[in-house]
C-alpha cells in the first residue's frame, strides 16, 4: 500500500469507529464529536474504559494492535455492562461490530468504577498471557531476536547449532510492513504447512534511528531478496508464493561491501576498491582443497581432521584412491597438511568456468572470478545501457518498484524515456565465509537496506549435533560474542557466578527479613 492508500485506510477507520462509538462516549459524558477525532479519539477511550493512556500507543503498532484491539472492544463492551461470556465472543468474532448493536439498539449504562481485575482465575490467566505475550513481542520486533544458524557458510564464526541474539536497535529497528500476521513466528506456523501471515495490507517501509552503520566485515541477518519461495510447502509445479519483504526468509553473512564500494573477487579473494580485503582475526574464510597422498604411508586421519577442526558438514570426499578434496579448509589448515608425511601437494581449487549463474547471468564470471561489480548507493545515479542493464534491472523493477521498458535502444521507466537511474536506497554485498559452501550475493546479487534484519551480537547456546547420533552442547562457545577483537571468549563462569551471587544473596536477604519478623 501506498502512503496514500494508508491515510484512506486510516481515515475509513477512523469513521467505523466514530458510526459505532458515539452514543457511547455521550454516556459516558464526553462529546460526540470526541469519537471522530484521530488519535484523541483512543486516548479520550482508554479514559473511559478506565486503562492507561499509553495503551493508545499499543494500538499503533503493527502487529501489537492486533492483540489490542480486541482487548479494547471487551473492555469496552464491559464498561457498559456487556460482562457476559456471549458478549465477549460476540464482541472479538464480529471484529468489534458488535459494539455497533450495543451502541444503537441497548440501554446504555455507563459504569465508571466498574472492577478493572479479573474475576477468576482464567480470566486472570488469560489477561496475564496477554501481556506477556504484547511484550514479547514488543522485544522481539523491535529489540533483539532469537536466531538459530542452519547452515555452514559462516563456519568458524558461526557454527551450525549456534544460537544467537540479533540486535534490532543496532542497525535501527524496522517497523514491520506485514500488518496482519501471527506474532513471534516467521512465514509459517509451527508444526503446520500453513502461512503465519496475510499478504495485504502492507505498511510502507521504515526504520527507526539506528546505533550504528553496517560496516565491512559485519555480520549481517536480513531477508533473502530473491524468496519468491517457487512452492509454500506446495507440491512442486504449482505457482509459487511472493513472500512480503519481511517474511522472506532470513539469511545470515558477512558484508563484504557497502554503498559506494567497487567490488572485485580474484581466484576467491574479495578485492574492495583495487585493495584485498582484511577480514577480521575471527573470520576464517575456507576454500576447496585437493590434497595428493603418496599411497604408501600411513597417515591418522581421525586425529589430523580433529587438530584441522573442519566443522562444515561436507567434510572431505575421495574420487581418485589418491587424493582427497576438502570442502571447507582454511588456509592455515592447507599449510598444516603440507607439512604432514604422505601428503604430495596441496592445491586450493579455483573456479575459472564461466557460470550462468553467477550474478547478474550473463555467462561471463564465476564464483572465485568476478567483477568489477558497483554496490548501489542512495542517491547515486548510473547510466544505462545494454551492458549495465543485467547489474540494476532487478533493482529497478523489484526492489524499488518502477516500470521498465525497452524499445531497441531506448530505456522507459515509469513511461519516461531515460539514460540514466538513480537509486531510492542502498544496497549490500554479503558472502558466506566459507566460500564454496554458500549460496550468497554471488548468486543473486545486492541485498537492499529495506531487508536488513539485524545485527548477531551474542550467541547463548551452541549445539553440536555431529551427524553420529551425538549431540553435546559446545561449552566454549556459550555465552560468546559475534564481534570482538581476538579469538571468542565465553562468559559463561562469569554468568554463573553472577547468578549464584544474586540466589545468595537473596537468601541473606529474606533470612534477615524474617529474623527481623
Known sequence: ????????????????????????????????????????????????????????????????????????????????????????????????????????????????????TPENKTADTVSSLLFAIIVATLVHTYVIQPYTIPTSSLEKSLLIGDFLFVSKVNYGPRVPMTTVALPMVHDSIPLTKRKSYLSWPQLPYFRLPAFEKIKRNDIVVFNWPVDT?????????????????????????????????????????????????????????????????????????????????????????????????????TEAGAERLKNTPGVTAVKREIDYGNDNAIFPHINKWSQDNLGPIYIPEAGKTVALTNESLPFYKEIITNYEGNTLELKGSKFIINGKETNSYTFKQNYYWMMGDNRHNSEDSRYWGYVPENHIVGKPVFIWMSWDTNGKGINKIRWSRVFTTVDGEGQPQSYFKYFLILLAIYFIGDFIWKKRRENKA
Not at 83 to 97: A, E, P
Request: net charge positive; charged share 20%; hydrophobic share 45%.
Open 1 to 116: 500500500m501506498t502512503l496514500y492508500s494508508w491515510f484512506v485506510f486510516f481515515l475509513a477507520v477512523q469513521i467505523i469507529h466514530f458510526l459505532g462509538t458515539w452514543k457511547l462516549y455521550q454516556a459516558a459524558g464526553r462529546k460526540s464529536w470526541e469519537a471522530a477525532i484521530p488519535v484523541y479519539n483512543s486516548i479520550v477511550l482508554m479514559k473511559i474504559i478506565s486503562r492507561p493512556t499509553w495503551w493508545t500507543l499499543l494500538l499503533f503498532i503493527p502487529i501489537i494492535n492486533l492483540i489490542m484491539f480486541p482487548v479494547v472492544w471487551v473492555e469496552t463492551l464491559r464498561t457498559f455492562g456487556k460482562k457476559s461470556t456471549l458478549d465477549t465472543i460476540l464482541g472479538i468474532f464480529t471484529l468489534g461490530f458488535y459494539i455497533y448493536y450495543v451502541n444503537y439498539t441497548q440501554k446504555l449504562e455507563y459504569n465508571a468504577n466498574r472492577k478493572l
Open 229 to 329: 519461495v517457487h512452492y509454500f510447502y506446495e507440491p512442486k509445479g504449482r505457482p509459487g508464493v511472493i513472500k512480503p519483504i519481511d517474511k522472506k526468509s532470513n539469511y545470515v553473512k558477512r558484508c563484504v561491501g557497502v554503498p559506494g564500494d567497487s567490488l572485485s573477487i580474484k581466484d576467491g579473494f574479495v578485492f574492495i576498491n583495487g585493495k584485498k580485503l582484511i577480514l577480521p582475526e575471527r573470520a576464517k574464510p575456507q576454500y576447496s582443497y585437493s590434497v595428493a597422498l603418496d599411497g604408501k604411508t600411513s597417515i591418522d586421519f581421525e586425529s589430523l581432521f580433529k587438530e584441522l577442526d573442519i566443522t562444515d558438514p561436507a567434510g572431505f570426499r575421495t574420487e581418485k584412491r589418491d587424493t582427497l578434496y576438502f570442502r571447507a579448509l
